[in-house]
């Protein structure tokens, strides 16, 4: 195949093979920001045991006070369950959209494809409160700004590339004979979709889903700029309490928070590899 037939992700994905992943260099500097990521964790996480009532590393004494505190914070959970709610109104959205875009311009040859390609990949390149000040300028012109579906509206569309590319990457790998197979026996196109084609994107639907998901459920910049009091997820408010006081109280429900986030990226790892997916 020429470079000039190459699809726009095509091409991002065979750059990203020939990177020297391998290199001693490229290993020390995963190592340091593996470190970095992880020392403010560890520390919210142990600073969430204080018995006291002011946060303090280390500790000045060790209690679960905190933890069983949680479930009495009405107003945190509420916005937990929003968080859930956007990242599932995020996921459910996805899932057809990057389906279908993914496989329909893979499989048809499409007019302008590429360009289409690059426009779908947007966010990636787009700063996050650039996205957010978009949004709060649109949903406030169409009257709809703070409302619990348009978040999980903006989610969709900043997260989309993620179930792009990892549907992608099982389209890639899909034999065109099994399809041709089919076909040749009788089935109809939708009839080869659903039963040849779809188990084989199964997969990749699941994993982008979970990392969409998963997203969803942390995301802040967008959220900040686009959510109200009404419609506030955790982790901006989360932040909203840190501005004024940062209490045990905060690291416990942050650490739990994380633990939800890290079982999130397990349950991707355990459904599709994340290896893979990142080779992909």
Wanted: proline share 5%; charged share 10%; hydrophobic share 50%.
């Amino acid at each position: 195949m020429s470079g000039r037939s190459l699809s726009t992700m095509d091409r991002i994905h065979r750059a990203s093979r020939v990177l020297p992943t391998k290199h001693p260099f490229l290993w020390f500097i995963t190592a340091v920001n593996l470190v970095i990521l992880l020392i403010p964790t560890a520390v919210i996480f142990v600073a969430s045991f204080e018995g006291g009532s002011t946060v303090s590393f280390p500790p000045d004494s060790l209690s679960l006070y905190w933890y069983s505190q949680i479930p009495y914070q009405t107003e945190f959970i509420d916005a937990f369950v929003r968080s859930i709610q956007v990242a599932t109104i995020s996921t459910l959205v996805g899932i057809p959209v990057g389906t279908l875009a993914s496989y329909g311009m893979i499989k048809y040859d499409i007019r302008w494809r590429n360009p289409l390609q690059i426009y779908l990949l947007l966010p990636f390149m787009i700063p996050l409160v650039v996205s957010g000040i978009i949004f709060t300028t649109i949903f406030g012109q169409l009257q709809i700004y703070g409302e619990t579906w348009t978040i999980g509206l903006a989610l969709t569309i900043i997260n989309l590339p993620f179930m792009l590319w990892s549907v992608n990457s099982r389209v890639n790998a899909i034999d065109k004979e099994t399809e041709n197979a089919a076909k040749n026996l009788g089935a109809e196109e939708l009839q080869t979709f659903v039963y040849v084609t779809f188990p084989k994107l199964l997969p990749g639907i699941i994993t982008g889903a979970l990392i969409m998901f998963t997203l969803g459920l942390n995301e802040f910049v967008v959220s900040l700029l686009i959510t109200t009091r009404d419609t506030v997820t955790l982790p901006v408010m989360l932040y909203t309490a840190i501005r004024s006081d940062i209490s045990p109280l905060i690291a416990a429900i942050a650490s739990i928070y994380i633990l939800i986030a890290i079982v999130a990226v397990l349950a991707v790892d355990k459904v599709a590899s994340l290896e893979d997916f990142l080779k992909s």
